[in-house]
């Protein structure tokens, strides 16, 4: 049995070849106005805050679950993920 196609599959694939939107980012553009600005301001504040552990004032967890409480279902490891640019989007 041949490898070679195997080798192909596995290094011809670009960067971009999934990329598609993660959770987090398929939320903010699917809402408008007042919501969608709100939910940036939320993920910039996360991404600003310094503090560590209980200091932190807005966190992923912090985020999922309000948005939960408001009929999104999102995780709190969706929201890390996209803040620190693991996810595809970024």
Do not use: F, Q
Not at 38 to 43: M, Q, T, W
């Amino acid at each position: 049995m041949s490898n070679n196609g195997l080798v192909s599959d596995l290094s011809g694939r670009g960067p971009d070849a999934t990329k598609t939107s993660c959770g987090l980012t398929r939320l903010v553009n699917s809402l408008e106005g007042a919501e969608r600005t709100s939910l940036e301001n939320a993920i910039t504040k996360i991404k600003e805050d310094r503090g560590l552990g209980r200091a932190k004032v807005y966190s992923s967890s912090w985020l999922a679950g309000v948005l939960r409480k408001n009929g999104y279902n999102i995780s709190a490891s969706t929201i890390t993920r996209h803040i620190k640019g693991g996810c595809n989007c970024e």
